[in-house]
């Protein structure tokens, strides 16, 4: 399951989903592509790390792919992905940095692909066509699987799962609507509920004419 608990029950569940067909075993964080039941192929903390890439691990690829991780990244999306957290600095061995990045680049590609935000749209069950239109980003995703398996992994995962102030948390519309007015995706820098949003949620409402 997910590791990260400071992104929404939807987003763990979606990276669940998505974890389900692109990993060998969908709770290992340490996969290297062309692993196998069979014949596992891991990296660990004696593995050498690429240079500028969030401690990458620097190993023999598969084919044309040097992808790794429970998302199977590539080395140029882990380094284009972990820029956007700065000042924060990634640890792709870190479990949760990875799903933080997944989740990144969810948001950020399914708002290029449709330009909707992809959190409310898993908030209201419109599922369909999310798989197709991130089926660029990860090849396993389908239509037909992808809608059972990411409810399967939202049902364990309980209401207001994330680290955050909850008592300050507004409607994920004006969330939504804030972000969006400023510029921002949710999750982009700080988590949805961070610093960084709350500012744009100030913002927002400041322009709205103040309240809740």
Avoid at 140 to 169: H, K, M, N, Q
Avoid at 174 to 200: C, E, F, I, K, N
């Amino acid at each position: 399951m997910t590791v990260a608990t400071d992104i929404p029950r939807e987003a763990r569940a979606f990276l669940d989903a998505v974890a389900v067909g692109e990993d060998n075993d969908p709770r290992d964080y340490d996969e290297l592509v062309g692993s196998t039941k069979a014949r596992p192929r891991k990296f660990d903390a004696s593995t050498p790390s690429l240079p500028n890439c969030f401690n990458f691990p620097n190993c023999p690829g598969w084919g044309n792919s040097h992808a790794a991780g429970r998302y199977q990244f590539e080395p140029d999306t882990v380094r284009w992905v972990g820029k956007t957290f700065s000042p924060a600095i990634p640890d792709f061995r870190d479990p949760a940095w990875q799903d933080r990045m997944g989740w990144f680049l969810a948001q950020h590609d399914y708002r290029a692909h449709t330009g909707y935000q992809l959190l409310p749209m898993l908030r209201a069950n419109r599922i369909s066509g999310i798989a197709a239109v991130l089926k660029p980003s990860w090849a396993s995703l389908d239509e037909s699987t992808f809608r059972p398996r990411y409810v399967a992994a939202l049902a364990p995962i309980p209401d207001g799962g994330v680290t955050a102030p909850v008592a300050t948390i507004p409607e994920a519309r004006d969330m939504q609507a804030a972000l969006t007015a400023a510029g921002l995706y949710s999750g982009q820098l700080d988590g949805l509920w961070g610093p960084v949003s709350q500012r744009a949620l100030a913002a927002y409402y400041a322009r709205r004419g103040g309240g809740t």
